[in-house]
């Protein structure tokens, strides 16, 4: 059996000390949410981290309400199958509450936080991988720092993928996060949290904390997300496209986001498709140009499940299928 | 049930055992508990959490062990250091390759394996040392301690690589080089069977390997206990053959002295069919510790023991009337063995021999090679070798089909092979309900309506059909051993309670074999079967039987049952006659009592019936055992393929194809199996709808996927497995055409329906966007590849080269000529240098 | 490597209290059948991919391997060993077990409680929903339909209709 390696489990009460303890312990500590991304890392032994301080008893964290201004705030700690099952998610957010639905399975989504899955780790196919397996490879360099990348041999990064499906649409929504630091709270656009890198996906500070995740009022704007994946449960998305368009009273496009999961290592911007919408009006024939101009920057590598070149090659499809959801 | 007249048989005669009345003729309505949906008898365990699975168990003193393996893919162990291990606390016992020298494998032409490897490793995963602790995670943490040199050999990752490079070998065995086996096969005369042919054509087919995935990962539990016997409980499907192997590699401890206890497996498939590596070091850490050892496989090492589907390409050329009929058919298979020899001699053979028994083919020619690669050992998975190149046959006469212009259900349904007869390569059909099986998916489905229709659903999906067929054993007509002794045996004891223990070695995999002992045993003496008390699989108290394999246990077993509960009955008859003054051919046995079938108030309940029995004869106990009939087959290699019946399979799968992606889904199968009896429907339908499962995970993922990325070869990388959102509605069609060589008719059921799933996506594919994808899994983006090249006015296919691109050079030197039984031959190759005959033990 | 040290707490387990001492960084799965030796719930991969372990904490089907013991600790935890009303089956057990809903076992636990849970929510799932509930629990053995057709079955019985299984369920089309 897979079993744990061990560590010393903390259960703080509120933000603060959670925060606290984190930054006490540096590189030793690690937050833990629902623990369905953590625990089978450590069970592998990506991690290892001494101290484990879980987020369940700070009351903060679980509380959702819409607020006075009409946006949604969600705490980090909302379990995926709460907020599926929520109506007034499914009633303003429905291409958020498809995310949250695709996420996995309903036993997974059970257990996992809305927090956790905006903060999932990168995945490749040469790191998902049991201990003893990456042994025989002597590791990849997210794993042990002087090792090679296995996907992109000469590559001097790594090329890990953005998996979390609810990161492409709250992008593309223009969601905000808050992050609970040693200096108190900052909030920032949902984008600036991830950059392009496998290892260090991330902006944040290792000891902040995600708190709260704030969804945008319901207003012009219609969002959508459409995954690729093989099975129709379990399957991380080899391509996520989240989509989130900004209409005129006429129907003209005003502003338009979609952005890539499951294409590099975190979630794209399709800016050609972009520009081609805004302006315009979401006719067929625009759908399918800005579906085409989408294929450049889905920049698949081959640590995924199925065929690369597939994947880049459908990629168009997908676009143009997302955005024929905002219609 | 009445009874038949005992005078006319006299069971005590060793003829008895081939030729017992099988009852395959019973009618259906005289039949009490056969056919019937009772509840397995392990059903109520089951669904409380009470059965004991091998990790279950726990012992006081208990050690945990873990194995350390190969990190390279083929390499020499230049130095081994265990010292650092050795001082961890809580370690208490290692092992090494010299601790046990003698290798061993399932069959006597194979024994390449050994406990621990000893200084050449041949795939990642190979172990080579053995850690016992008194926690799990001291034992891994001890193996990482371990220092292990190695000298890197060149690695072999595919059949063409094999057969282009001998050195470095694998092994110091086999044909020469890294091939491990050549088979070369003739029935009939090939080049007139060619000449009469109005259409020839030739394809090339690949099928990519996969695994069993069984949802238990192996564990074994050994115990060398206090009076110097070892019991070792394991997650195995093949008690008997793993008793030789620890007797053979623990010598001089003698096999009287050790016990196998096979616990129920959690899922087998053909996967736990081997002995394995670390069963026998349980056993040997349990002698060197005195203590308890238990083992219990990661998921990890699960697809390291592997043995499962081998990737095989393949190369066919049929030869064809303007009918369809096959006049010739020249078949040729590469298999990609793996690091072992496994069961891969079997498989070899396999993958020539059942072409010939769902359509009568005139003239057959076989050539196959199977090839070490350092990779895990592939052996047998449900359908054992017949799968491939079954997927190869079908869609292949899908295209002759449509190159003639014929429906491809009706090419099938006018050439299938004749009941009760001999195919061109000795095998012996019995009872034949495939057309029966074709008639009714091709109804069910709407074929004749539906099929080229290319509908479109809603969201622009379009439709597609496709149909496929199969046969497959009831039970290999060979045992891996060559041997005279029965390949079951059943033991009955009766007990003036009315209890009736049946004793079997064979094991359940969750295919229901306890239960079919219950069902026949209860038949037969009118009893419950759930009252019936069913032990099996434990080599120190039931009798032999060969494992749960090749679909051969209800057959086999339900033969010796049949034959042990017949005895049985006699002796209770003849008591009861006695008592009642009633001749015993007049005796029912039935309801739980035995009664004169003239006057049903004269008789007494079965409890009372064997006290009478007893009083009169003493203690009762009776014994049944089966052997297969002898095969038709003479020449060498004619061993593989005899079977004492052939179950058939017909189905028509749907799908529906993205012609944007080349995304399919299957909504709906409809699958007729002849299974020639249902001994119980809903437990058949459970493993009809079980092989369409595993056969759509096969079709659509399922692939035991390596990459050669680095100078170190082989790994596994993943492995996905069909969901049940991607379980389609089944109709399922249960055919009876009872066979003679089963017990009340039963045939196989467990294996056979896998088979034309495959064929049958591709030829949906096919019929859906015009597309030919020749090869497993029929992956999306094979089917979009496809298309796309089709959109590109390419031919519109995937697949391997279809010219003699890729074929291994492989001479295989000449073949052993065999006459058909049309052309008057006797069953032995006519080129054969005289065999001198093996004394039989 | 030094051992944490234990702790020691109670955990309601089908209703019974269970003392037990633990390290830290046990698994509900482990503490369950190796403190416990409820053995009833398996496990296939550990990491969360399989469904086998499935236990129902506060009444939500989760996976006993990824769950920490200790936060288990003052919850209501049910296992498979606890569906059973003394020595009478539950209706879902009864009827996995009269379709042959159950072949090698082994996921068996972990379907049940996942289905169990379903029922309590739901009197009558249609197909889709029973499908869209167990999407995280694999079966290797059944291909699944004897399972949905036990899973409808037993809530039909459960509703207190007379139900029984279809011909075709049980001897094919």
Redesign the interface.
């Known amino acids: ?9 903390h259960t703080p009460k509120n933000a603060v000390d959670a925060v606290r303890i984190a930054k006490e312990h540096g590189k030793e500590a690690m937050y833990v949410a629902g ?2 991304d953590l ?2 890392n450590m ?2 032994r990506h991690q290892t981290p001494a101290q484990v301080i ?1 987020l ?1 008893d700070v009351p903060e964290l679980h509380s959702m309400e819409v607020l006075a201004d009409g946006r949604l705030q969600i705490g980090a700690m909302v379990t995926l ?1 709460t907020l599926e099952h929520y109506p007034h998610l499914k009633a303003h957010y429905a291409g958020f509450a498809h995310a949250v639905r695709e996420i ?5 989504r ?2 996992g936080t809305i927090g956790g899955n905006l903060l999932l780790d990168t995945r490749c196919s040469y790191y998902d991988q049991s201990h003893e397996w990456r042994e025989s490879i002597d590791f990849c360099m997210k794993s042990k720092s002087d090792a090679i990348c296995w996907v992109a041999p000469g590559s001097p990064r790594c090329w890990a993928v953005q998996s979390s499906d609810s990161v492409p649409v709250v992008c593309a929504m223009e969601a905000e996060i808050e992050l609970a630091g040693v200096d108190g709270l900052r909030t920032i656009k949902a984008d600036e949290l991830y950059q392009d890198d496998g290892i260090v996906y991330l902006t944040k500070k290792p000891e902040e904390l995600l708190t709260k995740i704030t969804l945008p009022a319901p207003g012009n704007w219609k969002a959508s997300y459409l995954k690729l994946r093989r099975r ?3 399957d991380f998305p080899v391509l996520g496209v989240g989509a989130c368009l900004w209409f005129a009273e006429d129907g003209t496009i005003e502003k338009a986001n979609i952005r890539l999961g499951g294409a590099g290592s975190y979630a794209m911007p399709a800016s050609a498709s972009e520009k081609l919408l805004v302006g315009n009006k979401l006719t067929d024939e625009l759908i399918a140009a800005a579906g085409a101009a989408a294929m450049k920057p889905a920049r698949t590598m081959d640590n995924t499940d199925l065929d690369v070149y597939w994947r880049k090659k459908v990629a168009p499809v997908y676009v143009a299928r997302a955005l024929k959801a905002c219609q | 049930m009445v009874l038949d007249d005992p005078s006319t048989r006299d069971p005590s005669s060793p003829e008895a055992r081939n030729d017992a009345p099988w009852q395959h003729d019973k009618k259906k309505d005289e039949l009490e508990h056969i056919g019937k ?1 009772i ?2 008898v ?12 091998a ?2 168990l ?1 012992m006081p003193r208990m050690l945990h062990m873990k194995l350390l393996r190969s990190t390279m893919a083929h390499a020499e162990i230049t130095h081994l250091d265990i010292s650092k291990a050795e001082a961890l606390p809580g370690v208490k016992g290692i092992l090494t390759g010299k601790d046990m020298p003698t290798p061993f494998g399932i069959l006597p032409v194979s024994q390449d394996e050994h406990a621990l490897c000893p200084d050449h490793v041949r795939f990642v995963g190979d172990p080579i040392v053995a850690i016992a602790a008194t926690e799990e995670e001291a034992a891994w ?1 001890a193996c990482r301690l371990v220092d292990v040199d190695y000298r890197e050999l060149r690695t072999i990752g595919s059949v063409q690589e094999a057969a282009a490079n001998d050195e470095p070998r694998l092994h110091d065995y086999g044909v020469r080089g890294n091939i491990h086996r050549l088979e070369n096969l003739e029935f009939g005369d090939m080049e007139d069977g060619f000449k009469r042919a109005d259409h020839t054509r030739e394809d090339t087919f690949w099928f990519e390997g996969n695994t ?6 192996h564990a074994s539990l050994a115990h060398f206990d206090k009076d110097g016997k070892l019991t070792i409980w394991s997650s195995t499907q093949t008690p008997h053959y793993l008793h030789r192997a620890l007797a053979r590699v623990l010598h001089p401890l003698p096999a009287n002295r050790i016990r196998v206890i096979a616990t ?6 053909g996967g736990k069919s081997d002995p394995f590596n670390h069963e026998i070091c349980a056993a040997k850490m349990s002698m060197l510790t005195g203590r308890p050892v238990k083992v219990a496989l ?2 990890e090492e699960v697809f390291w023991c592997h043995r499962g589907r081998h990737p095989v390409l393949m190369r066919s050329k049929i030869g064809v009337s303007k009918t369809g009929r096959i006049t010739a058919l020249d078949f040729h298979s590469f298999l990609d063995g793996g690091a072992y020899g496994s069961y891969g001699t079997a498989s070899t053979f396999y993958t020539g021999a059942l072409q010939t028994v769902t359509y009568a083919v005139e003239n057959y020619h076989f050539r196959g090679a199977r090839f070490f690669t350092n990779k895990a050992p592939c052996g047998p998975k449900r359908g054992h070798g017949t799968v491939q190149p079954r997927f190869a046959l079908e869609v292949q006469l899908d295209k002759v089909a449509c190159d003639l212009g014929i429906d491809p259900a009706k090419l099938r349904l006018d050439n299938l092979a004749p009941r009760e007869s001999v195919t061109a390569n000795y095998l012996r059909i019995g009872s034949m309900g495939l057309g029966a099986c074709i008639e009714k998916v091709v109804e ?1 489905s709407g074929w004749n309506e539906r099929r080229g229709k290319k509908e479109v659903t809603k969201d622009g999906r379009i439709r597609g059909l496709g149909i496929a067929c199969s046969s497959y054993l009831s039970g290999a007509g060979l045992p891996i051993y060559w041997n005279g002794m029965p390949h079951s045996g059943v033991q009955l004891q009766l007990d003036r309670s009315g209890l009736c223990t049946v004793f079997c070695g064979s094991t359940d ?4 074999s306890d239960s079919v002992l219950g069902w026949i045993v209860g038949e037969v003496l009118g009893i419950n079967p759930l009252d019936i008390k069913v032990v099996t699989s434990d080599t120190d108290l039931t009798p032999v039987d060969l494992g749960s394999y090749s679909s051969r246990v209800t057959v086999m077993t339900g033969n010796a049952a049949m034959q042990a509960a017949e005895r049985a009955r006699d002796i209770v008859a003849k008591g009861v006659a006695k008592k009642l003054e009633v001749p015993a051919g007049r005796l029912v046995f039935a309801e739980g009592r035995v009664f004169d079938a003239q006057e049903p108030d004269t008789g007494m309940t079965f409890m009372e019936a064997v006290g009478v029995a007893e009083a009169q004869v003493g203690t009762i106990g009776t014994v049944g055992s089966y052997t297969p009939p002898k095969s038709a087959a003479k020449f060498r290699g004619g061993g593989v393929g005899p079977s004492p019946s052939y179950s058939y399979s017909a189905t028509v799968v749907e799908v529906e194809v993205d012609p944007e992606t080349g995304i399919y889904s299957v909504p709906k199968v409809w699958m007729a199996h002849d299974i020639g009896r249902a001994l ?4 058949a ?2 493993q ?7 056969g759509l995970g096969e079709a659509m993922m399922e692939e035991m996927a390596y990459r050669d990325r680095s100078h170190k070869g082989q790994r596994v990388f993943l492995h996905k ?1 069909p ?3 991607e ?1 389609p509605d ?5 055919i009876e055409d009872p066979d003679k060589n089963g017990p009340f008719g039963a045939k196989e059921v467990g294996q056979g329906p896998l088979l034309p799933i495959m064929p049958a996506v591709a030829n949906a594919v096919f019929d859906a966007v015009g597309v030919r994808v020749d090869e497993n899994p029929i992956s999306f983006e094979k089917v979009f590849a496809a298309m796309q090249a089709k959109h590109e006015g390419k031919e519109p296919r995937f697949g391997p080269a279809a010219d003699e691109t890729g074929i291994p050079d492989v001479n295989f030197g000449e073949s052993l000529k065999i006459k058909t039984p049309w052309q008057g031959g006797d069953g032995t190759a006519w080129n054969e240098p005289k065999r001198t005959k093996k004394a039989k033990k | ?1 030094t ?2 040290n234990k702790v020691l707490a109670t955990f309601q387990v089908n209703g019974e209290p269970h003392e037990v001492a633990f ?5 509900l ?2 503490v369950l ?2 403190e416990m ?1 409820l ?14 372990c ?1 236990v129902q904490v506060d009444g ?4 006993s391997c ?3 013991a ?2 288990a600790v003052g919850k209501d935890v049910q ?3 606890g ?2 009303c003394g020595s009478d ?1 539950a209706p879902l ?2 009827c ?14 972990g379907i ?1 409680m ?1 289905a169990d849970a379903l029922l309590k929510d739901n009197v009558r799932p249609t197909r889709d929903e029973i ?18 057709e036990a899973i409808e079955l037993a809530a039909a019985r459960m509703r207190g209709e007379d139900a029984q ?1 279809s011909k ?6």
């Open positions: 059996m897979l079993r744990l390696p061990t560590f010393t489990y623990g369905t625990y089978p069970k592998r879980s369940r199958t996995s399975t309903p036993l997974l059970n257990m129709d449960t379990y | 949906p509840r397995k392990d059903a109520r365990s089951k669904v409380s959490g009470l059965t004991q699975f990790d279950d726990t943490d069993h995935l069984p949802m238990e990962q129920p497996n959690g899922g087998g498939f990661t998921r069910g995999i969750g295919q229901g119980n429907a809903a437990v339908m459970g009809i709808e079980g092989s369409i499962y595993m497995i969901s049940m959102l379980m089944c109709v399922t069609y249960v | 490597m051992e944490p390290v830290p960084h046990k698994t799965l482990e059948r190796e030796t053995t009833g719930t398996k496990h296939g991969c550990e990491l969360g991919e399989c469904g086998t499935t939500i089907p989760v996976l990824l769950v920490l200790v936060d296992t498979v060993e569906l059973a089956l057990q009864d996995m077990a009269d379709l042959g809903a159950a072949q090698c076992g082994y996921c068996t636990p049940l996942a499908k869209e509930a167990l999407a995280g629990n694999l079966c290797r053995c059944t291909g699944y339909l004897k399972i949905f299984p075709e369920s049980i001897y094919g089309s």
